[in-house]
């Protein structure tokens, strides 16, 4: 029986043109979106807009490249086991319960160093929340994200490389793919610190890539995963002044570190299961549709 690693070997031109794109497709709105919150250039383009198109990357990327080399049935396939959503329920308990108590379990912590509670701004945030929970799920790094660095380039990652290295790898990238937020005066990222954002954000690579293959290769899992992480990570900020940053990189730093340790580096991928993801013109996808 073809193993994972057999028939996912990926080719590398395919993986090197989705990451050159996602970050064109990503750059060409969001540093202009930071040059017009400076005051550098005038135009009459929302910056949100800029934003909004600018987080498409990704999954522009994805979709450009599943199409180079079957055409519209790469696509088609591509999409098909994008949005598959059966998984165990344990795995949804993880990447809704557990994310959302890793981030909001931090408040009692924050309060007692010094944060001051913000009822108003909290209450005002829940009030939102279904449609802030909708709009993060499509557009706030959910889908516009995860189809294309977990549904896309995660497959191909691990076909090559281990999968501690290549987790590794995507959360280092996925953290550089975010650098041109760190001169927007009208982000949340604009006053925080970039290194140890990418701590965070690694190890949180690290818990979406486990999500991802102990639910067989699952996008949606992973993009409800990060929609719940997103939502949580502004309830947090609405809830709090200020927030402390180290407190969020230090549990999700850990949260990633646990994982690598705990799955002796395999972080949940078992070499003998059949492919998954849109890898090539044979797949084991649709043994899991």
Same mark, same amino acid.
């Given at each position: 029986?073809?193993?994972?690693?057999?028939?996912?070997?990926?080719?590398?031109?395919?993986?090197?043109?989705?990451?050159?794109?996602?970050?064109?497709?990503?750059?060409?709105?969001?540093?202009?979106?930071?040059?017009?919150?400076?005051?550098?250039?005038?135009?009459?383009?929302?910056?949100?807009?800029?934003?909004?198109?600018?987080?498409?990357?990704?999954?522009?990327?994805?979709?450009?490249?599943?199409?180079?080399?079957?055409?519209?049935?790469?696509?088609?396939?591509?999409?098909?086991?994008?949005?598959?959503?059966?998984?165990?329920?344990?795995?949804?308990?993880?990447?809704?319960?557990?994310?959302?108590?890793?981030?909001?379990?931090?408040?009692?912590?924050?309060?007692?160093?010094?944060?001051?509670?913000?009822?108003?701004?909290?209450?005002?945030?829940?009030?939102?929340?279904?449609?802030?929970?909708?709009?993060?799920?499509?557009?706030?790094?959910?889908?516009?994200?995860?189809?294309?660095?977990?549904? /896309?380039?995660?497959?191909?990652?691990?076909?090559?490389?281990?999968?501690?290295?290549?987790?590794?790898?995507?959360?280092?990238?996925?953290?550089?793919?975010?650098?041109?937020?760190?001169?927007?005066?009208?982000?949340?990222?604009?006053?925080?610190?970039?290194?140890?954002?990418?701590?965070?954000?690694?190890? /949180?690579? /690290?818990?979406?890539?486990?999500?991802?293959?102990?639910?067989?290769?699952?996008?949606?899992?992973?993009?409800?995963?990060?929609?719940?992480?997103?939502?949580?990570?502004?309830?947090?900020?609405?809830?709090?002044?200020?927030?402390?940053?180290?407190?969020?990189?230090?549990?999700?730093?850990?949260?990633?570190?646990?994982?690598?340790?705990?799955?002796?580096?395999?972080?949940?991928?078992?070499?003998?299961?059949?492919?998954?993801?849109?890898?090539?013109?044979?797949?084991?996808?649709?043994?899991?549709?």
């Amino acid at each position: 029986m073809k193993t994972h690693l057999d028939t996912a070997r990926p080719q590398s031109h395919r993986l090197v043109a989705f990451l050159v794109l996602a970050f064109v497709l990503t750059w060409m709105w969001w540093i202009p979106a930071g040059l017009i919150e400076q005051g550098i250039i005038a135009t009459g383009i929302p910056t949100m807009a800029l934003l909004m198109l600018g987080g498409l990357g990704p999954m522009a990327a994805a979709l450009v490249c599943s199409s180079s080399a079957l055409g519209g049935q790469g696509t088609r396939r591509f999409l098909r086991n994008a949005f598959r959503w059966r998984a165990p329920r344990r795995i949804y308990f993880l990447a809704t319960v557990l994310i959302a108590v890793s981030v909001l379990g931090t408040i009692p912590l924050q309060l007692a160093i010094g944060a001051e509670w913000d009822s108003a701004g909290l209450l005002t945030s829940m009030f939102a929340l279904v449609p802030t929970f909708v709009f993060t799920f499509v557009l706030g790094g959910g889908i516009d994200e995860e189809f294309g660095w977990r549904a /896309f380039a995660l497959p191909r990652l691990q076909a090559s490389s281990p999968p501690w290295s290549a987790n590794l790898i995507l959360g280092v990238v996925w953290s550089l793919w975010h650098l041109p937020l760190w001169w927007n005066p009208a982000v949340a990222q604009y006053d925080s610190n970039y290194p140890m954002y990418i701590v965070s954000t690694t190890g /949180f690579s /690290f818990v979406l890539g486990w999500l991802y293959n102990s639910s067989q290769g699952n996008t949606m899992v992973v993009v409800v995963a990060h929609t719940v992480a997103n939502v949580s990570y502004g309830l947090q900020a609405t809830a709090l002044d200020p927030v402390f940053q180290w407190i969020d990189v230090v549990v999700m730093g850990s949260a990633g570190l646990a994982i690598v340790i705990a799955t002796r580096g395999k972080i949940g991928l078992r070499p003998t299961e059949p492919a998954f993801g849109e890898i090539g013109a044979t797949s084991g996808t649709d043994r899991h549709a």
